[in-house]
Every structure is written in C-alpha cells, then in structure tokens.
C-alpha cells in the first residue's frame, strides 16, 4: 500500500480549530473548543481527495508526537471510522475519520491495522467526535471500523 500524504490542521492536545483556506492559502482559526475539550491526536486532511462534504477527506494521525498547523506527513493508512453525520437541519451526510500513522513512526511502527491499535485509542477519537459535533448542535454516529485496505480504497476512489 501506497503512502499517503497528511496535512495536519489541528496538533494534538490542541482546543483550537484551525481550516486550511486555499485561496490565503494558509490555516485559519474557525473555533475555539470548550473548556476540556481537545484533539487526542493530530487532525488534518488527505489533500487531492474530496469527501461528501465537499471537503477534502478527514485523517486522525495516531502517533506519539505533536506536530503543527500545515504539517505535511508520510503516513500508511491503517484504518477508517466510517460515520454519519446529521447537520442541525436535520440533513445527513458521510463523514468518515481516516486513520494513519507516520511513515517515521517510532512508537507505533508495528501497527498496520485498525485492530491492532489498542481498544482505548479507538474509543478516544470516537468520543471526542461525538462530543466536537454535540457541541456544535450536531451528531456524529459510528457505523462501524474499517480495516486498512478498504480505508486505502475508499480514499483512492475519492481521489480528484
């Protein structure tokens, strides 16, 4: 499986949302989440793709650092948290969690599936965008976890 490229938005730790804007072609401050409320690892996007939201693909990149805003990384996709979104109107859409880890990767170099990754890990980035979207008035609901391989051909297949 290929390497794909991950543009860090938000680092880990961070209570702040940070969207890339194209056309500054820089990261922009969007929000300021509530107190207690932070990212549990690095949150960005898979450029070149487009998701049913119109933006590129969502990718949590699991590791045992904390990068920055505009952080580009190598990483190996080892999984995917497909999910439904419902908007406050009601609408709803796919909004999946692509999980990677970077290629240079120390602590975590022998993980290569979602399954491997240790239960809790799964359980914190599932809550915290279940928490993120209530806060906003929304919901996010899991429909189920997916394995490397059907990760990596979902993102091929929303490949621009």
Do not use: W
């Amino acid at each position: 499986m290929e390497l794909v490229n991950a543009i860090i938005e938000c680092p880990k730790g961070s209570g702040h949302k940070y969207d890339y804007e194209p056309e500054m072609r820089c990261f922009k401050l969007s929000k300021i989440l509530p107190a207690g409320l932070v990212f549990p690892f690095d949150f960005g996007f898979i450029p070149d793709t487009k998701g049913e939201d119109g933006d590129p693909l969502d990718v949590i990149v699991i590791s045992e650092i904390q990068s920055f805003p505009g952080c580009c990384m190598d990483c190996r996709i080892v999984g995917a948290i497909k999910a439904e979104q419902t908007e406050r109107n009601g609408d709803k859409m796919r909004n999946d969690r692509y999980l990677a880890i970077p290629h240079v990767s120390q602590l975590f170099t022998d993980i290569n599936e979602a399954d491997n990754l240790p239960s809790n890990i799964i359980t914190q980035i599932e809550n915290f965008f279940k928490n993120y979207n209530e806060q906003a008035g929304k919901k996010f609901e899991v429909l189920e976890l997916l394995g490397a391989e059907d990760a990596y051909q979902m993102i091929k297949k929303q490949t621009q």
